[in-house]
């Protein structure tokens, strides 16, 4: 008696293929959004729970002195990404001219914004 393994091809899954209406399908309706992502924080002021962690950042931004890595941790829904995406924004932002540097108060209006 011979035990093997018996192979069969993966049955389509939804959305390959053809496309399905109300789906990614271009259709006119409003796409739905997470509520953790509509109501993510999006500046330093907004983190809420984070001070120590904020006002750290904020000095090391205020004396030209960033680190080169930061290392967060913690259990889910902590606001890890968040933070991550706030310093990428903050570090990123050249301002609405364009001469900008690191900011704590990124500008919003920029195309790295």
Avoid at 9 to 18: F, K, S, T, V
Avoid at 47 to 55: D, H, S, T
Wanted: proline share 6%; charged share 20%; net charge positive.
């Amino acid at each position: 008696m011979a035990f093997g393994w018996t192979w069969r091809a993966a049955a389509p899954r939804l959305g390959q293929g053809r496309p399905v209406e109300g789906i990614m399908s271009g259709s006119s309706e409003k796409s739905y959004q997470v509520l953790a992502r509509k109501y993510r924080p999006a500046t330093f002021a907004d983190l809420i729970g984070q001070e120590a962690m904020v006002r750290t950042l904020r000095n090391a931004f205020a004396a030209d002195r960033i680190a080169h890595a930061f290392v967060m941790t913690g259990v889910r829904g902590v606001g890890k990404t968040t933070t991550a995406r706030i310093i990428a924004k903050g570090l990123n932002c050249v301002g609405p001219d364009g001469t900008g540097g690191p900011t704590t108060e990124p500008c919003g209006v920029c195309e790295p914004c």
